[in-house]
């Protein structure tokens, strides 16, 4: 789509700007700035739960090029372990009867660890070559406690505290009932099942990273992050430090996805080793330590309960879930809740009890990974809906039209309130036409083309829906200022992570203030640049940042058209932007001032000197959530010898807003089907009975390939919210949350119903027997 002279930005798909710079090698990511820099390297856990009895660092201290070794009682913290990033509203918590406790994971820990790949031993050394042969030095002697690696026996009356100033191992807990009790006359099918979402996590392209520089008794600390001003909280509330001693930039990043939308001792740690030492000091993480010491994600069981009626409507549903979050994650809150609030589906759905418990156990931590609740609810429910439809004899596509919420029921209000405590109200537009919509895309039919063309496979179809809510608070921050050269910056608290910010967000800049494209530039995050901020995850961005980024630049335009009337010496009345400045006219004379006039008209020594520069920052507070639906679809082939599964085509259809750049949009939600077919198919962090990790590297953690993903068809049926002042609905998972569903049911479909898919990574063995039998039998 090309941009014309005098229309808007916001809805073009104007090329990336960023694109060109990454691809010419020209990005910097965090290892890119570690010139001068010592390197800190991390002794790790090899116990996945153990009292510390004795660390030695002696030998390691006399090393070559060693210039100091910590442990945790080296470290001059205010207190040793990173708050919780997120608490629920008092009412939603009334209402759920949610709690957890505080943690407290000891930043690097003295006493005790509780996972293989936990900080223990933080060493300073010239360079990362010799601090990793200094490492081996280091003599810690572990007294191996039992680990509890099942959740559920984690949660048994008997079982141990983890973490012992805890009285258990419950990490939190939740239960949403509502709606009348069904007649047993009116059931007609009741379906049970346990739904596992096996244990994967974001495996970005770049691990993460941390870079100190002292100033005095200022540290700047870049950190390939999705949260800088998270991170920054984390590290005063854990140092004491002022939240002016410490500025949090984000370089590049090459991916983050919810792993890095976290704060780790090593964020911590590196800042305090730069003041205590008085050197630069750099971490790059190796993908090694990724695979066991980064936060990971999903990890969840369900047991379900679904009655429906000879219809096939539904008339109750009932969950009881569990999720282990390792030992331990500072977005417990979140991902319970999350994965509470999106059982509840895109459907009518009368009565409702969920339950759900969160356990400690000695796996790796765990954050939000890309749905964060959302994939593993609608895992559970499209899943029972599939089973409910093979009961009663009808479609997987008939049983989501007959339950789907269409125009007549939007908005649609749930009777418990989001996070934020308000009332939930989706306020979409007619569910039922992205479901339409997916199958015109991708139809039924198109397993008998495909049947032909592969008769290797045995060939089937899968439908999912789901419901997401997007832009959470609490707020976001926007700020935008003329430059000298009459171009103007943007900068926000939503840092990048591949999103396209720089394009997206110069788009919305550009409207607001009624100039060119090429006049703005969006810069990275910076604490320094934005005082206040929260971060990019949770398909947040484009809501929160977009929106404040926009009141900002509307804000700077009104002030500038006063100030370039008062310039031309005309009522504000006759002055008009254009793409370069501003133009007047009174009938008989037309004047004309740019936006570097303007400029120089601020600075020192300009006529408007005594006004000041022209720079906003504005912070855009939603009220509540906006709601994204969608519908996914897929034809897989399941090999006859093998059992293996190939994706062969899928499709999406969503429900989003106004999408501010088209492209980037479908770019979002293809990635996201990328990701979604690896937790489906393939990807899984596996640990032995003692709780050692068995996949430590990517020939163990298996990522989908380009061979794995097909060409993915997007259509985004827009229907804008009055929630935020460019209309806009998150997009940034709607590729994910359904995939695991939909796969699994196409799964179903190509074997028949021989096989019943209940867990993720799906599993050859059965499919295999399956598959034979077919051939066998000649089906």
């Not at 998270?230 to 990043?253: F, H, K, M, Y």
């Not at 097909?710 to 049926?717: E, F, G, K, N, S």
């Not at 569903?741 to 119903?753: K, N, Q, W």
Request: proline share 6%; aromatic share 6%; hydrophobic share 40%.
């Amino acid at each position: 789509m090309t941009h014309g002279p005098g229309e808007p930005y916001v809805g073009t798909s104007v090329p990336r700007v960023e694109d060109q710079r990454l691809l010419d090698g020209r990005g910097r990511f965090l290892a890119d700035l570690a010139a001068g820099a010592l390197s800190v390297v991390f002794l790790r856990s090899t116990e996945a739960h153990a009292v510390i009895e004795s660390i030695d660092t002696t030998r390691a201290t006399d090393m070559p090029g060693v210039v100091g070794v910590y442990t945790g009682n080296d470290l001059p913290l205010a207190r040793d372990y990173i708050g919780s990033l997120h608490t629920p509203d008092p009412g939603f918590v009334a209402a759920t009867g949610f709690r957890m406790p505080e943690q407290r994971l000891a930043i690097l820990p003295v006493d005790r660890v509780h996972y293989v790949g936990q900080p223990v031993v933080a060493l300073v050394a010239s360079d990362r070559y010799l601090g990793e042969d200094a490492l081996e030095a280091v003599d810690i002697t572990y007294r191996p406690l039992p680990a509890v690696l099942d959740p559920s026996a984690s949660l048994a009356p008997d079982a141990a505290p983890i973490h012992p100033h805890l009285p258990d191992n419950e990490a939190g807990r939740i239960e949403v009932e509502f709606g009348d009790d069904v007649a047993a006359d009116a059931v007609a099918v009741t379906v049970e099942g346990t739904y596992r979402i096996g244990r994967h996590g974001a495996v970005p392209l770049e691990g993460r990273g941390v870079l100190a520089r002292v100033d005095g008794q200022r540290v700047s600390v870049w950190t390939s992050t999705q949260i800088p001003h998270l991170v920054r909280q984390g590290i005063c509330e854990a140092t004491g430090w002022s939240v002016d001693a410490v500025r949090v930039v984000v370089p590049d990043v090459g991916g983050g996805f919810g792993t890095k939308a976290n704060v780790y001792a090593e964020e911590v740690v590196v800042p305090v080793l730069a003041r205590l030492t008085g050197h630069d000091l750099v971490w790059v993480e190796d993908r090694q330590e990724h695979l066991v010491g980064s936060a990971q994600g999903r990890d969840q069981v369900h047991r379900t309960r679904l009655s429906v009626d000879r219809e096939g409507r539904v008339l109750r549903w009932e969950d009881d879930f569990l999720l282990d979050i390792g030992a331990g994650g500072l977005w417990v809150a979140g991902v319970v809740a999350n994965t509470a609030i999106h059982l509840l589906g895109p459907y009518r759905i009368p009565r409702v009890r969920l339950r759900g418990r969160a356990a400690f156990t000695n796996k790796t931590i765990t954050a939000q990974y890309r749905g964060a609740g959302r994939p593993e609810a609608c895992f559970a429910l499209e899943r029972s809906l599939d089973d409910a439809a093979g009961r009663l004899g009808i479609t997987p596509v008939e049983i989501r039209r007959r339950n789907l919420l269409t125009a007549a029921d939007l908005p649609y209000a749930q009777p418990l309130p989001y996070r934020d405590g308000v009332p939930i109200v989706y306020d979409g537009g007619d569910y039922l036409r992205c479901l339409d919509s997916v199958l015109e895309l991708l139809p039924a039919e198109t397993v008998e083309r495909l049947a032909a063309e592969h008769p290797d496979l045995t060939i089937g179809h899968g439908v999912g829906c789901y419901i997401e809510a997007t832009g959470r608070g609490s707020f976001e921050s926007g700020r935008v200022r003329l430059t000298s050269t009459g171009g103007f910056e943007v900068a926000s608290g939503a840092a990048s992570a591949g999103q396209a910010h720089e394009t997206v967000f110069a788009q919305v800049a550009a409207d607001g203030l009624g100039c060119s494209l090429e006049l703005v530039t969006v810069r990275r995050s910076d604490t320094d640049l934005v005082r206040h901020g929260v971060g990019t995850f949770a398909s947040r961005s484009a809501v929160l940042a977009g929106s404040a980024i926009r009141r900002a630049a509307e804000q700077l335009l009104d002030q500038a058209t006063g100030r370039a009337a008062q310039l031309l010496g005309v009522s504000p009345d006759l002055v008009k932007s254009t793409a370069s400045g501003f133009a007047a006219a009174d009938g008989s004379s037309e004047w004309e001032i740019s936006w570097a006039d303007l400029a120089t008209a601020c600075a020192p020594g300009g006529a408007q000197e005594q006004l000041g520069p022209l720079d906003v920052v504005e912070y855009f507070h939603p009220e509540t959530v906006t709601w994204t639906m969608g519908a996914h679809a897929a034809v897989v082939g399941v090999h006859r010898g093998t059992g293996a599964v190939s994706v062969l085509s899928y499709a999406v259809a969503h429900e989003g807003g106004v999408e501010i750049n088209p492209q980037v949009v479908e770019g979002q939600v293809i990635g996201g089907v990328a990701q979604g077919i690896g937790g489906a198919l393939l990807e899984q962090f596996r640990y032995s009975p003692t709780g050692q990790p068995t996949s430590t590297t990517l020939a163990e953690y298996l990522l989908p390939g380009t061979c794995d993903v097909p060409d993915v068809q997007v259509r985004h049926l827009g229907v804008a919210t009055p929630c935020n002042p460019l209309g806009v609905r998150g997009a940034g998972e709607s590729g994910t949350i359904a995939v695991s569903a939909t796969v699994a049911g196409a799964v179903e479909d190509a074997l028949h119903g021989l096989v019943r898919v209940s867990e993720t990574p799906i599993r050859t063995g059965p499919l295999r027997a399956a598959a034979e039998q077919i051939r066998r039998e000649g089906q």
